[in-house]
């Protein structure tokens, strides 16, 4: 049973550019958030879709977007992006507040 | 809100010693608690969680952490640690109802020989 899947690995983008970051759920879960972890720090909660909505935001600013879709996989979308959103993405699927099961995460460098 | 304290940013230890990394959290209300670990170069993987009931939580590979409402903390051990055990490990607290979680800083336990 595959678990959590994030695409790419890794990115490279410039100053001002946009991202799409995109993560498949483990298999029989319904619900996907992201997080971003900075070098050296712990995650920091992005936000949560639950049937193609997001149910719930942390303190990111509006240029952090993201989707679901109707096969629960998901996008999380950076615009103008800034030298300090140079960070691990994470993202976790559950289908519960505490089953939470995480992949190995898309490593996005900007410079 | 809720946060977490990690008590130790960096905790070096023998192969075969105890290791004991200590969190707590800050919470009006009743919370999960949750440690998980990463190796480098990887995702998290859950270690153990308390969500109630016995207040002593046990992993598969020997941790074990222990929940103390009075003094909000969640301290996880292992009596006996391996080369393999080398990664960080972050504890995490999420509140009922809620749909995020929280985490430390981190702890990098380094296993030496």
């Known amino acids: 049973d595959a678990g959590v899947t994030q695409s790419p690995t890794h990115l490279i983008k410039t100053r001002g550019q946009q991202v799409t970051l995109r993560c498949s759920p483990k298999s029989g879960h319904d619900t996907v958030s992201w997080y971003q972890q900075a070098l050296g720090q712990g995650p920091q909660f992005i936000f949560q879709y639950y049937e193609e909505e997001e149910r719930q935001r942390g303190n990111f600013p509006d240029r952090f977007s993201g989707h679901q879709f109707p096969n629960y996989s998901s996008e999380l979308n950076v615009n103008a992006l800034l030298l300090g959103d140079s960070a691990l993405y994470l993202c976790?699927?559950?289908?519960?507040?505490?089953?939470?099961?995480f992949g190995s995460g898309t490593r996005l460098t900007v410079v | 809100a809720q946060s977490v304290t990690q008590l130790d940013s960096q905790v070096p230890v023998f192969e075969e010693a105890p290791v004991e990394l200590r969190c707590n959290y800050s919470s009006s209300v009743s919370v999960y608690l949750f440690w998980y670990v990463q190796y480098p170069n990887q995702g998290l993987q859950l270690l153990l969680k308390?969500?109630?009931?016995?207040?002593l939580v046990e992993s598969i590979n020997g941790f074990e952490a222990e929940f103390n409402k009075s003094q909000t903390s969640f301290h996880l051990r292992k009596p006996s640690v391996h080369i393999s055990d080398t990664a960080e490990y972050f504890c995490a607290v999420s509140r009922l109802n809620d749909y995020k979680l929280s985490f430390g800083a981190g702890t990098t336990v380094t296993v030496r020989a």
């Open positions: 308390y969500l109630s009931g016995s207040t």
């Open positions: 976790a699927s559950s289908s519960d507040s505490y089953g939470y099961t």
